[in-house]
């Protein structure tokens, strides 16, 4: 009786957390699915990227000051994340479930711009 019990304790343990993340999910869905975020896939061993470190840094403080998130993303380190990756640095928006590549001159007025226009 005292092994029946434990399992379905377990069971409902299972459940209340199932239910609780897909709960957080959801709340958080349209949230995310709304704010843009541009990532950069780089690699710390390409020129093009070392080149446009500096830029990426100051338009990461522009970013935030108009509420778009940035990330970086070390393709050295994560290949599996990169996979569709093509060249360093790449660029990609995200915004309302839609992936945008940015394939301008990497400055900061054209990052700012394409950012406004997407």
Known sequence: MCAKLKIIVGICVILALSLLLYVTFKQNKKE????????????????????????????????????????????????????????????ILENGGKQIKFDENRTIENLTKFIKNN
């Open 32 to 91: 995310f699915m709304e704010n843009k975020r541009i990532t950069l896939y780089f690699s710390p061993t390409c020129s093009h990227c070392r080149a446009f470190e500096e830029t990426w840094k100051k338009f990461k403080v522009i970013a935030k000051n108009i509420n778009v998130a940035s990330d970086e993303i070390n393709c050295v380190e994560n290949g599996n994340l990169c996979q569709n990756i093509q060249g360093y640095p790449t660029l």
